[in-house]
């Protein structure tokens, strides 16, 4: 069976892209989700897609809330995603503590985008049941929106937001890194038959370990997300210089779940169940190994 794969066009999906131009749609087909986590976890629910990349945070957060559509089985990035805090070019939000008690734009409920806002609140002491969201589907509606005045502002990846900024059509007002790895590999238990899953994720730590080496990093990298995505050099060097992706892709940290919990617990977004959450309930086993 060939695979159906969801992921997000950004530059971080560069290893997964090189992996599919080698496989040729022989084992797997990617699938573009531009809406981010939010829309892959309905595809991976509505039978869309049967495997995925998508942030770490999300992904957890519809486990804990009881999904069965997927369980982890694999690390993608290994290092923090920088979330921009963007508004428009000419309101009157000068910095985070401006967007107190206003409605931020999310692609989704349940995205990454709606899940950092909790997480902002929390670091700036906010009432997390108090915020107000509206949801926006792309970048272009969140742009669209934060322009128009519906909403205040919105929660992207900085430097997939950087050309908006660049172009006049947006601004930087913060920034909120995630307190954890910011990229995970899921997978639909009964659709992804596990030995083919495996099968993709070690061949993608190939890649992976290819795409990470100093060699590459200096100058086929840089080429490589130029092309594909139309980004600066600059731009694309200083991304490179914070990235980190993990040694082998079949392998998730215990603390990378018991981390993710403990902060959206405390940021109001997850309530654990009595006698807390079961680490083992949130991965499939047969895949993936925790170190």
């Given amino acids: 069976m060939v695979l159906r794969v969801g992921y997000v066009r950004e530059h971080f999906s560069s290893p997964i892209l090189q992996l599919a131009e080698q496989d040729g749609g022989k084992t797997f087909t990617l699938v573009e989700c531009p809406s981010g986590t939010g829309q892959i976890i309905s595809g991976l629910t509505n039978n869309e897609i049967d495997v995925a990349i998508a942030l770490t945070d999300a992904l957890i957060t519809g486990v804990a809330k009881g999904s069965k559509a997927y369980r982890l089985v694999g690390s993608y990035v ?147 997300i130029k092309e594909k995505f139309g980004y600066l050099e600059e731009d694309v060097r200083a991304w490179l210089k914070t990235v980190k992706y993990p040694q082998n892709c079949l392998e998730i940290p215990i603390e990378v779940i018991t981390a993710t919990l403990s902060t959206l617990e405390k940021a109001g977004v997850l309530t654990a169940p009595e006698g807390g959450f079961n680490v083992s309930d949130f991965i499939s086993s047969e895949v993936v190994k925790l170190t």
């Avoid at 009432?127 to 949801?135: E, I, Y």
């Avoid at 272009?140 to 900024?165: I, R």
Wanted: charged fraction near 25%; hydrophobic fraction near 35%.
């Fill in 78 to 224: 290994s290092s923090p995603l920088n979330w921009a805090v963007i508004t428009g070019k000419d309101t009157r939000y000068q910095n985070i503590d401006d967007l107190k008690d206003t409605t931020l734009g999310i692609s989704r409920y349940g995205s990454g985008s709606q899940v950092m806002a909790y997480v902002m609140a929390l670091q700036k002491g906010w009432p997390t049941d108090q915020l107000k969201f509206q949801v926006n589907n792309d970048i272009h509606g969140l742009v669209d929106s934060v322009n128009e005045g519906s909403t205040s502002a919105f929660m992207w990846e900085w430097f997939t937001t950087k050309p908006w900024v660049d172009q006049g059509k947006a601004r930087f007002i913060g920034s909120v890194p995630t307190p954890w790895p910011s990229w995970l590999i899921v997978a639909n238990q009964e659709r992804a038959n596990a030995a083919e899953v495996k099968d993709i994720l070690e061949r993608l730590t190939g890649f992976i370990r290819d795409f990470d080496s100093e060699e590459k990093r200096e100058k086929a990298n840089v080429e490589f």
